[in-house]
């Protein structure tokens, strides 16, 4: 027989089950997007975060920064990492997990010599061409200087009429002289050599403690998760300025919504301070990525959900 007031097994069930539903209806109401929340009113009001609350935090943060390599031969550090932790928290949000995060950003700059190089060797290749083609380039500015010339005498004169007539002719020149100085140019060398002075240049390794839902492109590639870790995933980024892999992880438990986001789980009986779900995410050159995550101590980053 029971103690009044002793719960059934069965309430405490039901309790944790009404715990993680609440918990996942927030999160659908929420997850619209990090935008809209940020834009949000905040309705209920902020409140300090306790000491307890900073102190779980940092523990968590602590945990994850000691779990990162150091800048491989090269590198540096080009961003301060000290952990920083919320200090206040709308109660709108009250029945989640708090959201914090810690980021590690990367510099290469033991090759900044031979990438100032490619800038220096393509200005010389431009004032080249610039030298051979700066007599024509010259003899048309001269052109519409004397006709310009010419324009504002009339003016003065007061015969806009006359000086309007020189118009179509100074377009002419104008047009003329843009086609010379066009002449040499290479868009795509340009655009290449920019894409190279930022290949392996920088790299980061983004962590985010209780993200109300992760993302993951329809390009991605899962691939296999490090021990502790729930999914894997990868995939290349390749624009106009830039060529980039993305390595995403996720810890603890997710569960994958209509919309294709993933959304995770609470931990029952970890306070919201805890880690109850975990991102990592590292952006950089393609071999630079996978030697990054060879180095990353992913097991003391699970360790966090303990």
């Not at 708090?98 to 100032?116: F, M, W």
């Not at 050599?193 to 290949?199: D, F, L, P, T």
Request: aromatic share 6%; charged share 25%.
């Amino acid at each position: 027989m029971l103690a009044p007031g002793e719960p059934r097994r069965g309430d405490a069930t039901m309790a944790k089950n009404r715990l993680s539903r609440v918990f996942i209806g927030l999160c659908s109401v929420i997850a619209v997007g990090s935008t809209a929340l940020a834009d949000s009113p905040c309705n209920a009001g902020y409140r300090d975060t306790t000491a307890a609350e900073r102190a779980k935090m940092t523990a968590v943060l602590e945990t994850v920064k000691s779990a990162m390599p150091a800048p491989p031969a090269g590198w540096v550090l080009t961003v301060d990492d000290t952990i920083s932790v919320p200090q206040s928290l709308c109660q709108d949000l009250a029945k989640v997990p708090l959201d914090y995060s810690y980021t590690r950003h990367y510099s290469n700059v033991g090759d900044a010599e031979q990438r100032q190089k490619l800038i220096q060797d393509q200005a010389a290749i431009n004032a080249e061409i610039y030298k051979k083609k700066q007599p024509r380039l010259d003899a048309i500015q001269a052109k519409m200087e004397k006709i310009s010339a010419q324009q504002v005498a009339l003016i003065q004169k007061g015969d806009y009429a006359g000086a309007e007539k020189f118009n179509a002719e100074i377009e002419k020149l104008q047009a003329e002289y843009q086609q010379v100085a066009d002449e040499g140019s290479d868009p795509q060398r340009m655009e290449a050599i920019g894409k190279e002075m930022s290949r392996d240049l920088e790299m980061t390794i983004a962590v985010r403690v209780n993200p109300m839902t992760a993302r993951v492109p329809t390009e991605a590639k899962p691939t296999t998760a490090p021990a502790g870790a729930k999914a894997a995933y990868r995939w290349h980024v390749e624009d106009s300025s830039s060529s980039n892999d993305h390595a995403l992880y996720q810890f603890g438990t997710w569960f994958k919504r209509p919309d294709g986001t993933f959304q995770p789980s609470v931990r029952q009986g970890a306070p919201f301070s805890a880690a109850h779900a975990i991102t990592v995410e590292v952006t950089g050159e393609s071999q630079r990525v996978t030697q990054t995550l060879a180095a990353i101590d992913f097991a003391k980053i699970a360790s966090s959900l303990n």
